[in-house]
Nanobody
Framework: QVQHVESGGGLVQPGGSLTLSCEVS?????IGWFRQGPGKEREGVSC????????LYSDSVKGRFTISRDNTKKTVYLQMNSLKPEVTGVYYC??????????????????????WGQGTQVTVSS
């Protein structure tokens, strides 16, 4: 598997902010962030496509979350603002190295990603 690690999860109060990081050692086509809440299916949150730095967000987080990367392109961030309890869950960083996207929205579909991290817990609670 591609070596990558996600980190930055923790406990935050409603309305607070948190930034997750995904570190990768290999070149990639796309990085996706996914959330799995308690008793729920894994859901796409955001995606960054490497060749053109295109970004994509689920409707539920638009305007509150921002995906970005540093100048080495080896660390991808998910900045989460105005956090609500309903976004609580395990956040996963997913990596795809092949240029397999057919549509831009494919970046939010879990099935297109080949490599997955172990996840980091984000809990929004007072």
């Amino acid at each position: 598997q591609v070596q990558h690690v996600e980190s930055g999860g923790g406990l935050v109060q409603p309305g607070g902010s948190l930034t997750l990081s995904c570190e990768v050692s290999e070149n990639y086509y796309a990085i996706g962030w996914f959330r799995q809440g308690p008793g729920k299916e894994r859901e796409g949150v955001s995606c960054l496509r490497s060749p053109d730095s295109n970004t994509l967000y689920s409707d539920s987080v638009k305007g509150r979350f921002t995906i970005s990367r540093d100048n080495t392109k080896k660390t991808v961030y998910l900045q989460m603002n105005s956090l609500k309890p309903e976004v609580t869950g395990v956040y996963y960083c997913a990596v795809e190295t092949a240029e397999i996207f057919v549509r831009p929205e494919d970046g939010l579909d879990a099935y297109v990603y080949k490599y997955w991290g172990q996840g980091t817990q984000v809990t929004v609670s007072s």
